[in-house]
């Protein structure tokens, strides 16, 4: 049977127990439903557990609602200079957010909360354990479904997670086709204006800020791949924001970033993507990077930070005293003992390895060279 928008958004004001009709959604639900009923070739058991997203995410979206109507003072909420951590997807984003959020000197967002943003029954003294464990049961089905994410993207319910969560459930966001074939979803979200997406995780942010008594004056730490390129529009909605980028050699990351396409996709469909994974992520990251390049020359979007993969993986420690040094903030011994323990527990649990060539997925290292040409050339001492 395939999805239905109607179907889909009466029962998830069923579950919510709210009347209201989600009229915001309407049209990225139905282009995205359309994509995926002809388009992503979903198993039987793919397609359960898209349905179960889907309602996770329209019920958040109501519950949301329902308290921003209840609470009109959250418009007020204030985000400060928030973090945007982002570069090429594989170049060390998650390392810097879990550091700079290790230290205590900046809000995270934890997976459980971008995973289930809203309150369950719009009292913000409610206890959070049912979206704990939610988000528990959604990181073991990865973890049973397809394995081999943990040892290229661990899932953890309590880690730092990035903005991709909260992103989607705006219905603007390039998150989901990492999960499965949608390309007429892609098309129209490409010609969306890029500052809806945005304006709505803003929105979000304010509303955990007010369900969690959040401080205003500790930054959050946002990272997100898929904010390269955009660095205009960040600043148009966030004009205070701090700018990090990533660097990694190409070659290394595209055929990194296919391989955790291929096992993304394993979750919901049987359907073997491992060559079009490989020219997914080599055109796509190409793109975001051409953007990004222009965005420097023209000096678009402010002040970036700039982190290289070695000094990140070999020296973290010196990694952020620069950081703090660049923004003027003080890297305190507390800050600094936070980060020693962060490590010392990340080195413990680490499992797996992950192992690619580009060859696995119809590329090679001169298509990569080629593409990346210009950013090699720019960003070389980092690389």
């Known amino acids: 049977m395939p999805f239905a928008v109607d179907a889909l958004m009466a029962r998830a004001r069923d579950l919510s ?10 049209e990225p639900l139905s282009v995205l439903v359309e994509s995926l009923n002809s388009e992503s ?8 557990a898209m349905e179960a997203r889907l309602l996770r995410i329209l019920i958040n979206r109501l519950r949301m609602e329902r308290d921003y109507r209840a609470h009109p003072e959250i418009e007020a909420q204030r985000v400060r200079e928030p973090v945007f951590v982002y570069g090429l997807p594989r170049s060390g984003t998650t390392k810097l957010q879990k550091v700079l959020s290790a230290t205590g000197d900046f809000t995270a967002l934890p997976l459980w909360m971008a995973h289930n943003t809203s309150l369950v029954s719009g009292d913000r003294h409610e206890n959070p354990e049912p979206r704990i464990r939610a988000a528990d049961e959604y990181v073991r089905w990865i973890d049973r479904t397809s394995p081999s994410v943990r040892h290229v993207h661990a899932f953890d319910t309590h880690e730092p997670e990035e903005a991709n969560p909260i992103l989607e459930q705006g219905f603007r966001s390039a998150y989901l086709p990492a999960f499965v074939q949608v390309p007429g979803y892609i098309t129209w979200f490409i010609a969306q204006p890029p500052h809806l997406a945005l304006q709505y995780l803003k929105r979000v942010l304010k509303y955990l800020q007010w369900q969690f008594d959040i401080d205003e004056r500790r930054p959050w730490v946002l990272k997100n791949p898929t904010f390269l390129g955009m660095e205009p529009v960040v600043k148009q909605v966030f004009p205070d924001a701090r700018l990090l980028m990533t660097h990694r050699h190409p070659t290394a990351i ?30 796509g990251q190409a793109a975001a990077m051409s953007q990004h390049l222009r965005n420097r020359t023209e000096a678009v979007g402010g002040d970036i930070i700039d982190v290289g993969y ?14 703090y040094r660049h923004w003027g903030m003080a890297f305190t011994d507390t800050a600094r003992k936070h980060l020693a323990e962060w490590e010392a527990i990340d080195r ?6 992950h192992r690619y060539q580009a060859a696995d997925y119809g590329l090679s290292d001169a298509m990569i060279l080629q593409r990346f040409e210009e950013y090699i050339r720019r960003f070389a001492a980092l690389l």
């Open 17 to 26: 127990a709210i009347d209201m009709e989600d009229e915001q959604a309407r």
């Open 41 to 48: 070739r979903l198993s039987v058991s793919g397609f359960a």
């Open 254 to 283: 595209i055929p990194s970033s296919a391989s955790l396409g291929v096992h993304f996709h394993k979750l919901y469909s049987d359907v073997d993507v491992t060559q079009s994974a490989g020219t997914m992520m080599l055109e």
């Open 310 to 323: 070695k000094e990140l993986t070999e020296a973290s420690m010196d990694a952020i005293a620069r950081i």
């Open 348 to 353: 413990a649990r680490r499992t797996g390895t």
